[in-house]
């Protein structure tokens, strides 16, 4: 038997946010003081309670001016990591205000484009991915950080997304539209059967899994390890998020959408300045090229 909705949630209202970003904004994630956003150069921002955004980090956690490609926080956002170009890693703490720099690990002077984080702040597991199909596991214990053995889960193809759900596991997709997650003893293979189009996005909570890619393709797994597909639109998918009820994608074109229970909804969001990276919350962010930050929030 099936229901229908007799009500409609209240759309998602975006506007264009005034921020010091010079450049491209790649990845945008939750902290405990609010959205956090890095881009062109190593800058990394912040938004405040206030509405407003500064600089956190000028230039990367070397001052090297390294473009960071990816961002997230620990549980609780009370620490947040960052990646990119020329072997960049670090992270920066909320409760000292200090920037730490784990560059070139494991001597891997490369380009990091995707990262997952999980677990509070002293005991959060890491996942780092380069464009050669390589992921970087580390783990952290108090303020050491340890870096285990590289893996290569999709035999050299390259791995475009991570993410990681509250119980630990690790995903990851690569352009041969697989979807793996972490075992004991590596990476398993957990789809996707017939899928035609690299995939771009990974995002994961406890209970779902959802990835997406080329042409505007959406998967959702759920508990039972079933697979459901989506049409979001034409263009390709290249972020998603999400939170609760609540799944938000950008990409190619200006693709902005998101779903809030079962219902794809378009935004008032009509510009063809691609979306790299989307967070939901209160407001949802997305950012993108030319240093674009929008924030979502219901009317």
Known sequence: MWNFETSADAPLTWTVSETPIDGTAYDVTETANGACAVGDGGTIVGRTCDGSWGVVVPDGPAARDESLHAVAATDGGRRVWFC??????????????????????????VTF???????????????????????????????????????????????????????????????????????ESGWERIGLADAEHSLYAAAATEETL???????????????????????????????????????????????????????????WDEPTTIHGVHVGSPSVAVGENGLVLEGTAE
């Open 113 to 183: 484009h995707a990262l997952a984080v999980s677990g509070a702040y002293g005991a959060e597991k890491l996942l780092l991915a380069d464009g050669n199909g390589v992921v970087l596991p580390g783990i952290v214990d108090g303020e050491k950080l340890e870096w285990n053995a590289r893996t290569n889960p999709a035999d050299g193809t390259a791995v475009s997304a991570l993410a990681a759900d509250g119980d630990g596991r690790g995903y990851g997709v690569d352009d041969n539209a697989n979807v793996w997650m972490t075992t």
């Open 210 to 268: 959802v990835v997406g890619g080329g042409n505007g393709r959406l998967y959702e797994r759920d508990g039972t390890g079933a697979w459901t597909p989506h049409s979001v639109d034409d263009a390709a998918i290249e972020c998603l998020d999400l939170n609760g009820r609540l799944q938000l994608v950008g990409g190619e074109s200006g693709l902005l959408r998101y779903r809030e229970r079962d219902t794809w909804h378009e935004t008032d």
């Open 84 to 109: 990119g170009s020329g072997g960049a890693v670090g992270h920066y703490d909320l409760t000292s205000g200090k920037r730490v720099d784990h560059s070139r690990p494991d001597g891997m002077d």
